[in-house]
């Protein structure tokens, strides 16, 4: 019964209601969107790290990220590769040769860091065949086939077809070099990692720098479960201890840091859009208190438990709260749902994101948690805002308080 005298009492003044719903409906929308398109952006991110740049797991000798030397391979790392494959938890592994070396073009040069890999094992590994936006995937030339990214073909003033000379120290000291033609440019919307790498075959790059047959600068693991990464990672360390083994919060934890920092933040916004509603709601709440101080005098007047009035009251607020709340979360979800196909294109708003590894273009992704998290954030500000209002309305004397004009 006091759930539906409170809810009456909400809409004997409908234009005051109506304003504070509209206002806590329009917060909690842009809390709700943001949420979700913060987490897109964070998670766009972090699967362009992992899918396209680093994957799961790294394979290297122990002394090879100081400084890529091209002599500290792993001696038969083709056959650990295969060996690799076997485990129940890995669905692709693909050995690599890495070379720091120069590219040129006949208009500049630059330094890039060359990969050589299989090609069909790299596409178990990594998602590089699926950003190749011009050309294809070493399918076209035969010979000494390169693919680069889009950034480093603008700085090189290249195209498809383009030849371009690559220069390198091989295993035995001497400087080589040798020509490649662009059979693929490649988009990953990060111009950092498309200027600084290129890819080839692993035997075209193995001949070139003079390296013994079947080793490989880097071994990567893909897993077919992101939650088996910790575990996984520690079995290979076990197993291979003369080796250094690493997984991509190892590698790149800065992915992992961007995900969890943007986490907080989206909580972080809403409270305050919340705590911002709150103090608005307190203040219509005791508006309505002091505008009713005869009626709620003369409820207690006849019988009304103080305990009860206190109650209506903190039900008033609280269901004025949900109703908005609610309302909002629910427009919310529906425009994140509604751009989750298409996205949200920021190219002409946020010039320079790809400089950063960002897509200019965010689909926003709806979690669970967050949504139970945000509904749970509503109801607690509900509450907490109703307390001082109907407190305040328990210090009236009845008496005092039916004579009130």
Not at 89 to 100: F, L
Not at 151 to 167: G, M, N, P, R, Y
Not at 307 to 327: A, K, N, P, Q, Y
Request: net charge negative.
């Amino acid at each position: 019964m006091i759930t539906s005298v409170a809810w009456r009492n909400i809409w004997r003044n409908p234009v005051r209601s109506g304003i504070i719903i509209t206002a806590i409906s329009i917060g909690m929308f842009a809390g709700v969107f943001s949420a979700t398109f913060t987490k897109g952006w964070m998670n766009q991110r972090l699967e362009a790290g992992v899918e396209t740049e680093t994957s799961h797991i790294q394979l290297h000798e122990p002394t090879y990220r100081e400084n890529y030397e091209i002599n500290q391979f792993i001696r038969q790392g083709v056959q650990l590769a295969d060996q690799l494959s076997a485990l129940p938890e890995v669905d692709g592994v693909s050995p690599r040769v890495t070379i720091q070396s120069m590219i040129a073009s006949a208009e500049t040069g630059t330094g890039v860091k060359i990969m050589g890999i299989i090609p069909e094992k790299e596409k178990q590994v990594t998602k590089l065949s699926q950003f190749v936006t011009e050309g294809d995937y070493f399918e076209s030339i035969s010979r000494n086939p390169i693919i680069i990214g889009k950034k480093l073909a603008e700085k090189l003033k290249i195209k498809l077809k383009s030849k371009v000379v690559i220069t390198l120290q091989d295993a035995d000291g001497n400087i080589t070099g040798g020509a490649f033609r662009v059979c693929g440019i490649f988009d990953l919307t990060n111009s950092m990692f498309e200027e600084a790498n290129v890819f080839v075959r692993y035997n075209d790059l193995a001949r070139l720098g003079m390296l013994p047959e079947g080793v490989a600068h880097e071994i990567i693991v893909h897993l077919n479960d992101q939650k088996n990464l910790e575990s996984v990672t520690q079995e290979l360390r076990t197993k291979y201890p003369e080796l250094e083994v690493m997984n991509w919060k190892e590698l790149t934890p800065e992915l992992g840091y961007l995900n969890e920092i943007g986490n907080l933040y989206t909580y972080i916004f809403v409270i305050i859009i919340l705590l911002s509603l709150g103090f608005g709601i307190i203040n219509t709440m005791l508006m309505v208190v002091m505008e009713r101080v005869k009626e709620l005098g003369m409820l207690m007047a006849i019988g009304m438990g103080r305990l009860r009035l206190f109650l209506m009251l903190m039900l008033e607020t609280t269901l004025l709260t949900l109703t908005g709340g609610l309302i909002g979360i629910v427009l919310g979800l529906g425009a994140s749902f509604a751009l989750q196909e298409k996205g949200i294109n920021l190219s002409n708003w946020a010039q320079g994101l790809e400089d950063f590894g960002y897509s200019a273009i965010i689909y926003p992704v709806v979690e669970t948690q967050m949504v139970l998290v945000i509904i749970l954030l509503v109801i607690l500000t509900g509450i907490i805002a109703s307390v001082y209002p109907a407190r305040k309305a328990l210090k009236y004397n009845p008496a005092e308080a039916i004579r009130t004009e």
